[in-house]
C-alpha cells in the first residue's frame, strides 16, 4: 500500500476556477481500479492550500492515475493557477521497515 500527500498552493482570486477541476478530478480519479482513497481538504489558516491525502494498492496503480486521462488535462489547468509549486510527499508504513529487523 502506498500513501500520497500533494499539497497545492493556488492563487486566492483563482480558487473558484480550481474548484470545478478538482471536483471533476476526484470523482474520475475514486474509480480508478487501485485507488483506495482520494480525499482533498483545504487548509483553514492558509487560503489556497489544498492537500489531497491518496491511498492507492501499489506504485503502479499511482503511476496508471497519473497517466489518466482526466489527471493528464485536469492538471495542468489546475496548475496554471498556482502561486507556487506543489510538494509531494510518498509514504510508507513504517512497518516495512521493521521487516529487515524482524528477521534478524
Excluded at 28 to 33: A, I
Excluded at 56 to 63: F, G, M, T, V
Amino acid at each position: 500500500m502506498l500513501k500520497l500527500i500533494a499539497e497545492d498552493f493556488i492563487q486566492e482570486d483563482k480558487i473558484d476556477v480550481v474548484l470545478p477541476l478538482y471536483q471533476e478530478l476526484i470523482e474520475k480519479t475514486k474509480q480508478e481500479q487501485g485507488c483506495i482513497a482520494y480525499d482533498l481538504y483545504h487548509d483553514l489558516k492558509q487560503r489556497g492550500h489544498f492537500v489531497f491525502i491518496e491511498e492507492w494498492i501499489d506504485r503502479a496503480a499511482l503511476d496508471a492515475h497519473v497517466e489518466s486521462e482526466h489527471f493528464q488535462r485536469l492538471v495542468p489547468l489546475i496548475d496554471a493557477h498556482k502561486r507556487q509549486n506543489g510538494v509531494f510527499t510518498h509514504l510508507q508504513s513504517y512497518e516495512a521497515l521493521l521487516t529487515p529487523l524482524r528477521s534478524v
